[in-house]
T-cell receptor
Framework: GNSVTQMEGPVTLSEEAFLTINCTYT??????LFWYVQYPGEGLQLLLK?????DKGSNKGFEATYRKETTSFHLEKGSVQVSDSAVYFC????????????????FGSGTRLSIRP | NAGVTQTPKFRILKIGQSMTLQCTQD?????MYWYRQDPGMGLKLIYY???????DKGEVPNGYNVSRSTTEDFPLRLELAAPSQTSVYFC???????????FGPGTRLTVL
């Protein structure tokens, strides 16, 4: 079945450091890929997405490229800020198909990121 | 638009009590979902719905029930609460399969 594996946390970095959070997936067909962010005490919100191979999603300085050859969707940011401290979830969804019980968004287990001033 | 709203924000239940977690969305989305998030863990799908009158079980449906009488509302019912149901519950909606999901702020439930 479909699955998402992401880097275990917690990840602790200093402000202005480079960030990479790894995410790989297993899926049949052509899933859409997402990164969601959960700030303390809040629900999840979409950070970025990519719907086909080689697409790059970007938002708030974060980027991720849909790599079909390596089945990966790693999240990167060139210079993190204290305000980026949150839990990040990689997720996939089958798209473009009629509804079936197997077609739902699959979330990874989340990676907690803490940024030191 | 308010998006996805959930009530209550917090609740403490005694073992064996029942309650309903409310979820409403004003985006006219057909798809709605209930997840639970245990401390330090990811999301587990409890139930979902693809439209009014249609619901189906997710990964962890035992101990819960849902109904979907309108497009806007998707309440989650807990019967005979157990300590294992202590969790944060998130409702989400989506315009369709494969699209992003929009999440509510969550309900933190403790069963003692």
């Amino acid at each position: 079945g479909n699955s998402v594996t992401q880097m275990e946390g917690p990840v602790t970095l200093s402000e202005e450091a480079f960030l990479t959070i790894n995410c790989t997936y297993t899926a049949t067909g052509y899933p859409s890929l997402f990164w969601y962010v959960q700030y303390p005490g809040e629900g999840l919100q979409l950070l970025l997405k990519a719907t086909k191979a080689d697409d790059k999603g970007s938002n708030k300085g974060f980027e991720a490229t849909y790599r079909k050859e390596t089945t990966s969707f790693h999240l990167e940011k060139g210079s993190v800020q204290v305000s980026d401290s949150a839990v990040y979830f990689c997720a996939l969804s089958d798209s473009g198909r009629r509804y079936s019980s197997a077609s739902k968004i699959i979330f990874g287990s989340g990676t907690r990121l803490s940024i030191r001033p | 638009n308010a998006g996805v709203t959930q009530t209550p924000k917090f609740r403490i239940l005694k073992i064996g009590q029942s309650m309903t977690l409310q979820c409403t969305q004003d985006m006219n989305h057909n798809y709605m979902y209930w997840y639970r998030q245990d401390p330090g863990m990811g999301l587990k799908l409890i139930y979902y719905s693809v439209g009014a009158g249609i619901t189906d079980k997710g990964e962890v449906p035992n101990g819960y029930n849902v109904s979907r009488s309108t497009t806007e509302d998707f309440p989650l019912r807990l019967e005979l609460a157990a300590p294992s149901q202590t969790s944060v519950y998130f409702c989400a909606s989506s315009p369709g399969e494969g699209f992003e999901q929009f999440f509510g702020p969550g309900t933190r439930l403790t069963v003692l």
